[in-house]
């Protein structure tokens, strides 16, 4: 228990959780708020989060990323490269207007194609190569070879109005003139930085969320988030400190949630470019941009102790990983892609090998405000590649400055972070394909790592309807990858935890998202 929890522990003592939610509302404090209310500008769990209150899929995913209808009540496979969805009937967007096919083709032609996307949705809409609506109510989706996994790739896809949307920008969005949607809430007012507030779409074809109104209160400081929800100012927090844990879990007045989270935290080089901007010599001369060696990069990854991160950043609260995805997710590497033994000694052999024995100057960049202990990993990272023999600064930002800068280029060695979806192959087609936006592949692969062996299978595991057949590909493929390239380092998954009110219940999600339709009273 931290020094600040104990102290408001005591100081509220007999007082605590005041409730917020009196009547029918619901008050969440939340460590991140949405970079835009475009549902399509920015692929980015917190903004797809958000999104949900407002807009809906064709398909959904459930807590644990299993396929459930929403817009669409049914979908199947009508030959190897077309799909067919099957439209909910009387589904009306927020101003009363009917839902139709006609809007499930303008969101399919907007989502990859809205400007200046820090994270684009055309990794999602890429594999399609045409769009047809027979009627009203039924969707029919081309492909160019077979997509077995595309419904999953359309459950992080919004659907939005054609009416509303056809002439909005991103900004119409945010000043919530566009926001009309089909979702269980309706927006209300957006204040960036101090809330968010939604009311119940009493109009919505599905089961009723259980609060009229919700307001989201961004509070990205750990410690005043759960100072917040222990004076009673909001009934529920995400992202939950881990030293915090096991104090909120022993508090009569609090119930907490938690599963093991399906995001992986990983470190990724610049292994692309002859000269890196965050490189140099130890004088600040320009050197060549040592990451292009694999040896450099497997050194790297030797001189990581996740362990000590595991432990000393989240108090055990976090799981150390050698995979692109959790244990039991298909496609993994069980056996094979395990945590890399941290080997100081082995590591600056290997440096010394690929010619850096006198190291090099490097500067590691991740967020201050996006996960958990971000900033503190960022610093623990530093230290850890100083005793490898590197001269290492540790810089952090917040993630709308991040995100933008790693998307131009202009770091060398990242903290980056991404959710498999629901398998390795949606890790291998982001992250570590050669970047080709066209194609909608190796969209947030900010290092450029590139292999044609990689991208070749990669490829063929996309078009393998066999399940068996394409795990194996997938398997190969990441092997390659991360086993033998390095082309990234998975480093944890960090858990996710959520703290509520007594008499509130909130079933953990594996995807990290704070739902207000999923927060019910505790039976």
């Not at 809430?185 to 089961?207: F, Q, T």
């Not at 093991?260 to 490189?279: C, H, I, K």
């Not at 244990?327 to 094979?336: A, L, Q």
């Not at 090998?353 to 991740?366: I, L, M, R, S």
């Amino acid at each position: 228990m931290n020094g600040l929890f104990a102290r408001i522990l005591s100081a509220t003592a007999g007082l605590l959780l005041a409730t917020a939610a009196q009547g029918q509302e619901l008050v969440i404090g939340s460590k991140a708020e949405p970079t835009s209310l475009d549902p399509h500008f920015h692929s980015l769990v917190t903004n797809i989060a958000f999104s949900r209150h407002l807009f809906e899929p064709l398909v959904l995913q459930d807590a644990t990323q299993q396929l459930r209808p929403a817009l669409a009540e049914s979908w199947r496979a009508v030959d190897d490269t077309t799909w067919e969805f099957k439209l909910r009937p009387g589904v009306t967007w927020h101003d009363g207007s009917p839902f139709t096919a006609r809007d499930v083709l303008f969101t399919l032609g907007r989502a990859g194609e809205v400007p200046n996307s820090p994270s684009s949705f055309k990794s999602y809409t890429g594999p399609i190569t045409a769009a047809r609506a027979p009627d009203d109510l039924t969707v029919l989706l081309e492909t160019a070879a077979p997509v077995p996994l595309l419904p999953n790739l359309l459950s992080l896809v919004m659907i939005v109005s054609e009416k509303h949307g056809a002439n909005a920008t991103t900004d119409d969005y945010n000043a919530g003139t566009a926001v009309v949607g089909t979702g269980p809430y309706r927006l209300v007012d957006w204040a960036r930085a101090e809330r968010l507030v939604l009311e119940r779409n009493d109009s919505h074809w599905g089961e009723a969320p259980a609060f009229e109104r919700v307001v989201y209160r961004p509070i990205s400081n750990d410690a005043a988030r759960v100072a917040a929800l222990l004076a009673g100012d909001v009934d529920m927090i995400d992202v939950v400190p881990p030293a915090d844990i096991a104090g909120l879990r022993a508090n009569p007045d609090l119930t907490v949630a938690e599963s093991v989270a399906n995001r992986l935290l990983f470190l990724m080089f610049d292994s692309d470019r002859e000269v890196s901007p965050m490189v140099t010599a130890r004088d600040g001369a320009p050197i060549a941009n040592p990451f292009l060696d694999a040896r450099v990069r497997r050194a790297v990854d030797m001189a990581i102790n996740r362990n000590a991160i595991v432990d000393r950043l989240f108090e055990g609260s976090a799981l150390a990983t050698g995979d692109l995805a959790p244990p039991g997710y298909f496609g993994t590497s069980p056996g094979v892609l395990e945590p890399t033994d941290f080997d100081l000694e082995g590591a600056r052999a290997l440096l010394a090998e690929a010619g850096h024995a006198d190291g090099f100057k490097v500067t590691v960049n991740g967020t201050n405000d996006r996960y958990i202990n971000d900033r503190q990993v960022v610093q623990a990272l530093a230290q850890m590649l100083s005793r490898l023999g590197l001269e290492v600064e540790a810089e952090t930002e917040s993630r709308a400055t991040y995100f933008g800068n790693a998307n131009k280029l202009e770091y060398s060695l990242m903290l980056l972070s991404f959710s498999p979806n629901p398998e390795v192959l949606g890790m291998l087609e982001v992250l570590l394909h050669s970047y080709d936006r066209d194609a909608g592949l190796g969209t947030n692969n900010r290092g450029r790592y590139s292999n044609p062996e990689v991208d070749r299978m990669i490829v063929e595991a996309r078009q393998t309807v066999d399940a068996a057949a394409r795990e194996r590909l997938e398997q190969q493929a990441a092997q390659l990858a991360v086993g033998e390239d390095k082309g990234l380092l998975p480093l944890y998954y960090q858990y996710n935890t959520w703290a509520l009110r007594k008499g509130l219940a909130y079933e953990a999600r594996t995807d990290e998202m704070t739902l207000a339709m999923g927060v019910r009273p505790a039976n």
